[in-house]
């Protein structure tokens, strides 16, 4: 099926389903304590959901990114949809929590397929410069699913209770399946023939490893992914435990720096075809530590401070900076990984995703142990990450210069 129509429509499609398909990993959180006294277990186990399904995600986007560039992008997408959409159903009628576990694994391969197929659907479209803008949509419709998914998911399990979170992932995300069975066209034009894609895939990812260039863009993205994930395991703590902050008024509070990344994606939209991606990247992972150091440094000036109001808007201006930062550059690193060699840009999509999703569990296991209770070691913690960003970038960035 040749590729028609508007190269927008499609990009909707794709950042729709991204945006929905991950939605469902966090969907269902609102609903734990109900899903562990309807499966008579304990929430600690109802938890573990979350895990299961980054793991699932993990392992599954290191098949199907390669997969989609040996039988195409459409085929792959539509494959995810119906298989997030059948595991959803079937998580809405586990009978007890083991299932619900293993199942969760399951649902998580809909979102491995559809995330790493909508990456490398930019690149196909778009080529690489032009690809940083739209690939900043797409990654701000991936950051926003998680994001509001919780919301959605409370009022669903208030009015109709746990099961039917599950079932209304299995509906919107069917919806939108529909919309691209109709008009999704396949944008990989030279599927590869491959008489063993399996055997093809370790290929693509020995090269792909062995190449510096797409690793200082794709280390770098794992690096800054996984600060932004210590940043959510941390900051309950010491906002909430610590600085004394309402349960109730934490959620409003770390809009804020949320803001922050969806400006700095949408700058870097802006930005596009004027700023070369490597600038970008430069000025966003620059800035990362730059405003994980400041947060240090507010973390040592106030240590003494007596005001909590005083603390936590001096926390909340460098929270907001870094993840602004890490907007601007989070488009043009997975950008510049996907384009190191075009060929497998379906292979690249699925390793980075699988490296961001591994760096951010390694990080929120660093996270809990440090167990950061006061704005110093908050600050240490980030700053160690916003460091690294930026020195294994600068360490590596002339390997990505010349690849462009």
């Given amino acids: 099926m040749p590729v028609q129509g508007s190269k927008g429509a499609v990009l909707a499609m794709a950042a729709g389903i991204t945006a929905f398909s991950m939605a469902s990993a966090m969907i269902f959180l609102p609903a734990m304590i109900d899903i562990a006294a309807g499966l008579n277990t304990s929430v600690s186990l109802v938890q573990l959901a979350l895990t299961a399904f980054m793991t699932g995600n993990a392992v599954g986007q290191l098949a199907m990114g390669p997969l989609s560039d040996y039988f195409g ?6 494959s995810g949809v119906t298989l997030l959409v059948l595991a959803s159903l079937a998580c809405a009628a586990a009978p007890n929590v083991e299932t619900l576990l ?26 690489r410069e032009a690809g940083a803008k739209a690939m900043s949509m797409l990654i701000l419709a991936f950051s926003l699913g998680p994001i509001l998914a919780p919301v959605i998911g409370g009022y669903v399990n208030h009015f109709f209770g746990w099961r039917a979170v599950f079932l209304f992932s299995a509906l919107s995300v069917g919806l939108l399946g529909l919309w691209a069975w109709r008009g999704f066209p396949e944008t990989h034009q030279t599927q590869r023939a491959q008489a063993n894609p399996v055997r093809g895939m370790f290929i693509d990812y020995g090269q792909l490893l062995r190449d510096r260039a797409f690793l200082a863009y794709a280390v770098t993205n794992m690096i ?23 349960s109730e008024h934490y959620g409003p509070i770390m809009l804020l720096p949320t803001l922050g990344f969806t400006l700095g994606t949408l700058l870097s939209n802006r930005l596009s075809g004027r700023v070369r991606i490597e600038r970008m990247i430069t000025l966003g992972t620059a800035g990362f530590a730059v405003a994980t150091g400041l947060i240090l440094l507010s973390g040592i000036v106030l240590h003494d401070a007596t005001s909590t109001k005083v603390i936590i808007v001096s926390l ?19 950008t510049g990984a996907i384009s190191v060699r075009p060929g497998m840009a379906g292979a690249a999509s699925g390793l980075m995703g699988f490296m961001q999703i591994a760096g951010a569990s390694t990080a929120t296991v660093i996270a809990a142990i440090v167990a950061p209770r006061d704005a110093i070691s908050f600050g240490v913690l980030l700053f160690a990450f916003g460091l690294a960003a930026i020195g294994w970038w600068l360490s590596l960035r002339r390997h990505a210069v010349r690849s462009a």
């Fill in 316 to 334: 909340l201006a460098p929270l907001f900076a870094a993840l602004l930062a890490q907007g601007l550059a989070s488009p043009n690193l997975s």
């Fill in 224 to 246: 800054t992914f996984s600060g932004f994930f210590v940043f959510a395991v941390a900051a309950p703590v010491l906002f909430i435990e610590t600085l004394k902050v309402p």
């Fill in 73 to 78: 992008r459409r085929v792959v997408l539509l």
């Fill in 102 to 127: 293993a199942l969760r694994v399951l649902q998580a391969l809909g979102p491995s397929a559809t995330v790493s197929t909508a990456r490398a659907v930019v690149r196909d479209l778009y080529g």
